[in-house]
């Protein structure tokens, strides 16, 4: 999933007001959208674990599956909300489709209602996460020709 490399690009130990994450996805569709909607949700908690206990790797699924068994608490709480979101967008993912329930918790998928393909759209620029006053995840798509 692309999102492991948006969360481990996040993570570095780098000034949060310097830095933003931009995904461009060409003629993206809304199920992309959704699940950066999902990672930027679940990076609250990552970035937090991965700056406590200074994380290698720094991608979620890289870490889960080199680490041992979590033992903590926060360890398999991070692990659960993790396995989560990656169940949320898999079942999304497979079912092709938004559901209309979580299309009406961002905005950005109003975008997609415009459209006649879902593939073949207007550019689309939403932001999904500000840190601080500073945006963290740009999300772009364009049909690019």
Not at 29 to 42: I, N, W
Not at 81 to 93: G, P, S, W
């Amino acid at each position: 999933m692309v999102i492991n490399t948006v969360l481990s690009v996040m993570a570095y130990n780098y000034p949060a007001e310097k830095m933003s994450v931009y995904l461009s996805d060409d003629g993206g569709s809304d199920l992309t959208f959704y699940a950066l909607l999902e990672a930027s949700r679940f990076a609250k908690h990552w970035l937090a674990f991965c700056h406590k206990f200074k994380l290698e790797p720094r991608s979620p699924d890289a870490y889960f599956r080199t680490a041992s068994q979590p033992v903590d608490e926060e360890s398999t709480s991070i692990k659960k909300l993790y396995e989560d979101m990656k169940t949320r967008i898999e079942r999304t993912t497979k079912d092709g489709r938004v559901s209309e329930e979580l299309r009406k918790q961002h905005k950005g998928f109003r975008e997609w209602d415009l459209v006649s393909s879902k593939r073949d759209h207007q550019p689309i620029i939403q932001v999904l996460g500000i840190s601080n006053g500073v945006e963290r995840i740009h999300f772009t798509s364009a049909l690019l020709t």
